[in-house]
């Protein structure tokens, strides 16, 4: 019968070059599971969190701002009507929205909408759908937020939209026969803006 012996110990040097990599990588892989909440460390930042700045909730991941003159501070836009927010349409400069960089959270909020007049006759294939778009007057409250703190950054503007014409074109949602169509005065939202976002 043959017994094994006790192992033979062995020394095992490690190498000192490996460790300020080793520090690295748990650093890196600490930041990730954190969730981006610093944003030196590559936080990450969704539509929800920049649209919830909107209510009043923070988005900590978001960098700070400092209002300096020749830098552009990037900017999301929401629509809506307190607390139910969508996503600003009319077009921004493309410079102003940069996703990861997002310093700044635009809340515009209608506060009065007047119903001026409906637009009907649309067709499919030559036939009648009984579509129709209900074409509002609208004024909105535009209020800029830092989004890391979710504090004000400057007043609210008022900002009063003037419907446009009927679309003789026009795209309707699954069975929605009447949709509400509120005018956005883009330019006078982009000239509010400026001074906060491109000083």
Same mark, same amino acid.
């Given at each position: 019968?043959?017994?094994?012996?006790?192992?033979?110990?062995?020394?095992?040097?490690?190498?000192?070059?490996?460790?300020?990599?080793?520090?690295?990588?748990?650093?890196?892989?600490?930041?990730?599971?954190?969730?981006?909440?610093?944003?030196?460390?590559?936080?990450?930042?969704?539509?929800?969190?920049?649209?919830?700045?909107?209510?009043?909730?923070?988005?900590?991941?978001?960098?700070?701002?400092?209002?300096?003159?020749?830098? $552009?501070?990037?900017?999301?836009?929401?629509?809506?009507?307190?607390?139910? *927010?969508? +996503?600003?349409? %009319?077009?921004?400069?493309? /410079?102003?929205?940069?996703?990861?960089?997002?310093?700044?959270?635009?809340?515009?909020?209608?506060?009065?909408?007047?119903?001026?007049?409906?637009?009907?006759?649309?067709?499919?294939?030559?036939?009648?759908?009984?579509?129709?778009?209900?074409?509002?007057?609208?004024?909105?409250?535009?209020?800029?937020?830092?989004?890391?703190?979710?504090?004000?950054?400057?007043?609210?503007?008022?900002?009063?939209?003037?419907?446009?014409?009927?679309?003789? $074109?026009?795209?309707?949602?699954?069975?929605?026969?009447?949709?509400?169509? *509120?005018? +956005?005065?883009? %330019?006078?939202?982009?000239? /509010?803006?400026?001074?906060?976002?491109?000083?």
């Amino acid at each position: 019968m043959i017994e094994q012996g006790p192992a033979a110990k062995k020394n095992i040097r490690f190498p000192l070059w490996l460790i300020p990599i080793l520090v690295a990588v748990a650093f890196v892989a600490y930041n990730t599971i954190k969730g981006g909440t610093d944003k030196a460390a590559g936080g990450y930042v969704s539509d929800a969190d920049l649209r919830a700045v909107c209510q009043g909730i923070a988005s900590s991941a978001s960098p700070r701002y400092v209002n300096s003159a020749g830098v $552009v501070h990037p900017i999301k836009m929401f629509v809506g009507v307190p607390p139910q *927010y969508d +996503i600003y349409g %009319p077009q921004l400069p493309s /410079a102003w929205e940069q996703m990861r960089d997002v310093q700044l959270v635009g809340c515009a909020d209608r506060i009065e909408a007047t119903l001026v007049t409906t637009c009907d006759g649309y067709e499919n294939d030559g036939k009648p759908t009984g579509n129709k778009i209900e074409m509002f007057d609208a004024v909105y409250n535009l209020r800029v937020i830092e989004a890391f703190s979710a504090k004000p950054v400057g007043d609210p503007i008022r900002i009063a939209s003037p419907s446009g014409r009927c679309s003789l $074109v026009a795209s309707f949602d699954g069975e929605d026969v009447t949709k509400q169509d *509120y005018a +956005i005065d883009s %330019p006078a939202m982009i000239a /509010a803006l400026k001074r906060f976002v491109q000083p």
